[in-house]
Structures are given as C-alpha cells and as structure tokens.
C-alpha cells in the first residue's frame, strides 16, 4: 500500500518528559505506517529551547504563520525548581505564551466524548468548546490598598495633553482599588478567532459578557463582537447553517447546564479561566481534553491541554511501564492533519485522520483504556492497559477497519 503523501509542511513541535516519549510512539506505531509525514520539526525541549535562548520557540511559532498549521507536544514551563533540574540559563517563559504572542490566538479547549464515560451534568450529549479571551482585565490589571479618606479618579491623558477624568470613589476610610484595561485590537482578534473557528467547527458560537453592569467596558466587547459579526461572517454563518448567540454570562451559565452541548462559548478571560475548569471536570478527565489555538487570520495550532506528565515520566525513567493517557495528544495529530488536509484539499488524509480518531473511540468503547480512565467507565468493567499496549490495541482496530 503506498503511503498518503502530504503536500504543505506542517509544523511539528516536539516537548518534553512523558509526553515526549508518547509523541514519538504515536508517530512510529500509527502514523507513520500510513503517512509519508511531511513535517517541519522543532525541538522545544527544554535543553534546546535553553541552547537556543528559546528563538526555537520563536521559529516555530514563525513557522506555523508561513505553512497556517501546526502540531505541538506539552513543553515544561521552567520555574526554579526546573533551573536546578537542568541547569538552565534563564527562566524562560512559557512557550504557549511567546506563541500565542507571535500568533495572536485564542485557545479553544473542547472534550473528547465516548459513551460509556459519561459527563457529570447528564443531558451533555456533545462537547462544549470553551473560548478564552486571553489578553487582558484583571490578569494584567494594577491594584491599590489605599489606607484612609480620600478621593479615588480615573485619569486618561492623551499623547496631545488633553485629559478624561472620572470620579471612582469618593473615600470616607480606608478600602481597595482595582484597574484594568482592554484593547480593541486584541477584543478584535478574539472576535475574528472565534467566528473562524465556528465556522472550521460548523458549531454554533455563544458569547456571554457583564453588559447589563459594565456598560462601556463589557459593552465594548459585546459591541465589537456584534459589528464584526455582521460586517465578515453573516453570510458564511447562514450559509453554514451555525449562528452566533449573545447573551448575559449569567444567563449563559443557566443555558450550557440545561444544554445538550455542541456548541462554542467564547468567554472574557476570568470567566473563560474559571469555566474551563468547570467544563473539562464536568466532562471527565484532562487527558481527554483538546486545545487548538487559532490566530485571526486563521492559523491553527493543536496540542493536548495536559502537561508533560512529570509523575510518570519520572517513572518511566525508573524503567517501569507507565499507563499514560495518549488520547489528546493523538487527536491533536489528527486535528492538525485534517486542518492540513483541509487547505490543501488533500482528501486521502482527511479520511485517514478521522479514521484513526474512530479507531481510537472505538477503542475506548469497546472497554480498552488507560489507568485513568478505567475508573470512569460506567456498565462495563474496563481494561486497563499499559501505553504501548493502548496505542497497539488502536492500531490493531485501525487494520481491522
Ligand atoms: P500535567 O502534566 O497535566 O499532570 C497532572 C496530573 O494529571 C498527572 O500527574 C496525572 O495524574 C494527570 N494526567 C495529566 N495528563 C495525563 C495523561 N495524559 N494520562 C494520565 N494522567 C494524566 O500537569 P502538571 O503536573 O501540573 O505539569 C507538569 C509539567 O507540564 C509542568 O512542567 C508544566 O509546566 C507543564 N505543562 C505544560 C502544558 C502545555 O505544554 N500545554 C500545560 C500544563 C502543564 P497522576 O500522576 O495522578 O496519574
Ligand atoms: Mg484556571
């Protein structure tokens, strides 16, 4: 059989520890077999991001802008226990954030689903995709105790000299003060990201702010929203079938517990930080989540939303057998190479990426797993395996498909 050829690069970016030794497993035991892998390879090991000053980091990232997709391994975010561990340079910093810096992304993290694990809110029949504003608010906001009476303002002076001022609290002793800013720019990136990647998902996108109480801030980002939605995506939305759903982020929280699931919900950043962790708990487990981090001109990274597994690797090392959850990490394979396929209308790929997702649920639901899933199965008793022995029974329902 000859192999499925590809025809853009696509930019692959290896990382570290268990999820290091995963990466090339699934390459070896599912992908390479059948796909003459066309691939872009960057090193962001923690040693070479640190030989390199980290620009590999930066090159992949510049890499994924020149070919539009990328693939990525979990990397470690060096922190000082890590210096001491390999004896690094310089704390680097993470290497999602100086990506999705070069990238101007927004991440989407969404669930893979199999029946015999069910979520915990029990009429989610499909993933819920949460959309993270990653810029801003009170992330990069400046913070002031102030000790007795006095008077707190807002202050905006403009590079021609002329001010706007308003009044925040009038102080009659002692309390606290917040600030915070927002770009269009960056609302505006966030928008396009989001409007892109329901229509690559065919999925309806919801968009939930504070509006009704933050008139002009929170209205900003409904506003911004609202016009770009109707001067660029409209009609591809219609045509797609999908729609675009405003609502107040109370009233959305109301509205994804009854839901059925299916749909994408773009959140400001603190409600997108605490509503992912709700959704991906809700849904099981974080080796079953996915994340791809799509750029306004629609560039696509996909990774695993779990780290590098350090635990594990730690006993792979001590050469145990380690039964290590590979499931999002293949899917971000998959995902990567059918959005290649996708913009090079390369169809024998598609149809291999998807069917090698089947073979993985199939996998799942005929009762074979890893260690952490095993206690989630609910009807049968399932077996669990070792990670190579999980990645070969996949193969093996690959062939038989
Ligand atoms: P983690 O690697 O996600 O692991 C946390 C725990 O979750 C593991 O110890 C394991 O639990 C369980 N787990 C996660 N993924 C699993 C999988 N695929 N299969 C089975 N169990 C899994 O998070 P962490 O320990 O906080 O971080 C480790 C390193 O990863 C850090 O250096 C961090 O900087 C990095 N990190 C990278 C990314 C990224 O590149 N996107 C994201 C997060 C963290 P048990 O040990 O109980 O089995
Ligand atoms: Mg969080």
Same mark, same amino acid.
């Given at each position: ?13 290896? @990382? ?21 892998l066309n691939t872009e390879y960057y090193d962001l090991g923690l040693l070479n991001r640190d030989q390199t000053d980290d620009q590999v980091t930066v090159d992949a990232a510049n890499a994924i802008k020149k070919y539009g997709v990328g693939v990525k391994c979990a990397t470690i975010t060096p922190n000082a226990q890590r210096m001491d561990e390999y004896h ?18 927004? %991440? ?10 069910? /979520? %915990? ?9 949460? $959309? ?23 202050? #905006? ?12 609290? =009038?102080?009659? @002793? /002692? ?14 990136? #966030? ?6 990647? $329901?229509?690559? $998902? ?7 702010? +504070?509006?009704?109480?933050?008139? &002009? ?7 911004? #929203? ?7 995506? +409209? =009609? ?6 999908? &729609?675009? #759903? ?9 509205? %994804? ?34 994340? %791809? ?16 597994? &350090? ?13 290590t959850n590979p499931v999002a990490t293949i899917f971000a394979w998959t995902g990567a190479l059918k959005k290649n396929g996708e913009k090079d209308h390369n169809q024998e790929l598609i149809q291999f990426s998807e069917k090698l997702e089947k073979a993985v649920l199939t996998t799942l639901e005929n009762g074979f797993c890893t260690k952490d899933l095993s ?11 070792? &990670? ?14």
């Amino acid at each position: 059989m000859d192999k499925i050829k590809m025809i853009t690069p696509l930019v692959e970016i290896d @990382g570290d520890e268990m999820t290091r030794i995963i990466w090339a497993q699934i390459k070896q035991i599912l992908l390479e077999p059948f796909v003459e892998l066309n691939t872009e390879y960057y090193d962001l090991g923690l040693l070479n991001r640190d030989q390199t000053d980290d620009q590999v980091t930066v090159d992949a990232a510049n890499a994924i802008k020149k070919y539009g997709v990328g693939v990525k391994c979990a990397t470690i975010t060096p922190n000082a226990q890590r210096m001491d561990e390999y004896h690094l340079k310089k704390m680097w910093k993470s290497p999602n954030g100086t990506i999705r810096a070069v990238l101007d992304g927004t %991440v989407f993290r969404s669930p893979i689903l199999i029946d015999k694990i069910k /979520p %915990v809110v029990k009429n989610w029949e499909k993933p819920i995709t949460i $959309a993270r504003h990653a810029y801003g608010d009170v992330y990069r906001d400046v913070e002031m105790r102030i000790e007795g009476e006095g008077k707190a303002e807002l202050l #905006f002076t403009a590079k021609d000299g002329t001010t706007q001022r308003a009044l925040i609290y =009038d102080f009659e @002793g /002692p309390g606290v003060l917040q600030g915070m800013h927002n770009k269009d720019k960056s609302i505006e990136s #966030f928008a396009h990201s989001c409007f892109q990647y $329901a229509l690559s $998902a065919k999925q309806d996108l919801w968009f939930s702010t +504070k509006d009704t109480i933050s008139k &002009t801030y929170d209205g900003e980002f409904k506003a911004i #929203f609202e016009r770009i939605y109707n001067e660029t995506y +409209k =009609d591809s939305f219609e045509k797609a079938g999908i &729609t675009y #759903f405003y609502t107040l982020i109370d009233d959305a929280v109301a509205r %994804v517990i009854r839901s059925k699931g299916g749909f994408i919900w773009a959140c400001k950043n603190y409600d997108g930080d605490v509503m992912s962790d709700m959704i991906s708990t809700a849904f099981g487990s974080l080796a079953m989540m996915t994340s %791809v981090l799509v750029s306004p001109d629609g560039n696509y990274e996909y990774e695993a939303a779990h780290g590098t597994v &350090t635990r594990h690797y730690y006993r792979y090392l001590k050469g145990e057998e380690t039964s290590t959850n590979p499931v999002a990490t293949i899917f971000a394979w998959t995902g990567a190479l059918k959005k290649n396929g996708e913009k090079d209308h390369n169809q024998e790929l598609i149809q291999f990426s998807e069917k090698l997702e089947k073979a993985v649920l199939t996998t799942l639901e005929n009762g074979f797993c890893t260690k952490d899933l095993s206690a989630l199965y609910e009807g049968t008793e399932p077996t669990a395996l070792t &990670t190579t022995a999980f990645l070969e029974k996949v193969r093996e329902t690959f062939d038989a498909a």
